[in-house]
């Protein structure tokens, strides 16, 4: 257990160093479970996305995107059922205030923060949307509020894409954006965050398949994660139980990976029914019902939602790929992400800082790649440091402009997880890069 404890102070401590994540308003001393992405986060996220895009929206018939507004009208969030049971039961403590989830707490043991026992509450529900106000005049009428989840513009946007588009049951609406949740959380990193990043699709069905459907989901999930490098031997799938079902669902499935604080869910899968779509109609009073083409047949579709938390994939995406490897001069860290996640997919360096002709050679290398790739220049220190400096971030390959090179326009090309060299003709260093 300590060296797992080691691997996720050591995934932090990267991230600081190396700019993947860096602590929320941190001059002003931080804010609690806030986070913010530095510049090799950001790519890493983005990557993260723009494949999930392309796997489960672009590559399929059945599946169109929607990019929803955050703040929506609050019947939405009345209908939905959050406004009454998005809640969380949580305790307090009467000597210092301080709130727990009644579920991660010994009410018996002194109080965590100021070590007073005895002192804590009943459990209360307490809800989880954050609230603001719209104009200057705060109160209940111009009360709105931080989405909770990103599914509900999908349903309530359910008759626009019948009507714009055509789609045909079943056929799935995605959406990628932020989420917020007033959460306590047990600060482990990015892992639970008060705004989150989520990517989910609805996948409207008829009642009858959803059984298979739900099974379909699950598969895909987990192929996706083959894909993304996961180790199967770190995943699971947990049931839910009955008491633990969110408010809108009959059954839901966790895939969750063996992090060093536990087995923790990294995705969720849920048959939401036709709870949402029948409430939307009943209080909006549009009828958001489905019309067979060939039948027509009219009735109220069922949904299954699989989801899949971003900001949390990529904690657990750089858990997996962390690796130390040697000792002494060799040792190492590598980041083995799969080459479409890295921050960068290639590194350019010049042998020399002080020869102009190899700058001049690398530079005009690295602007080319540059238009297709996202590449990283280092002209500082020895080779062997620019190579650890691109490995502990996860670069695929470094690129070394020689003196050879003056001579018969080939490069060393340097193997992140072999380490191996060869040496590599500059007019194939895109496909090359591209075979990755
Ligand atoms: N629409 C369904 C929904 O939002 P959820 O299980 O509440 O379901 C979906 O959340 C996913 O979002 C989770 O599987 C998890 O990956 C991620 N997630 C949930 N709460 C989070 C938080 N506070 N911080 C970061 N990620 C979170």
Redesign the pocket.
Known sequence: MAAEQDLMEKVVALCKRRGFVYPGSEIYGGLANSWDYGPLGTELKNNIRDWWWKRFVQSRDDMVGLDAAIIMNPKVWEASGHVAGFSDPLVECKNCHQRFRADQIDREAPCPSCGKKGTFTEPKQFNLMFQTSIGSVEGDKNRVYLR????QAMFVNFKNVLNTTRSRLPFGIASIGK?F?N?I?PGNF?????E?D?M?FEYFIRAADWEKTFEYWLGEQKAWLAELGFDPAHLRVREHEKEEL?HYSKR?A?IEYQTPFGWK????L?YRTDYDLRNHTEKSGVDLQYTDPDTNEKFIPHVV?P???L???LLMVLLEAYQEEGGGDERRVVLRLKPALAPFKAAVFPLLKNKEDLVGKARGIYDALRRDFSVAWDDRGNIGKRYLAQDEIGTPVCITVDFQTLEDDTVTVRDRDTKEQERVAIADLPRHIMAL
């Open positions: 909770g989840e990103i599914a989420a949740r959460e959380t990015i892992f639970r965050t008060l989150f989520l989910e969110s839901t966790d869910e990294l995705f969720g849920a939602e989801t899949f938390g900001t949390r994939l």
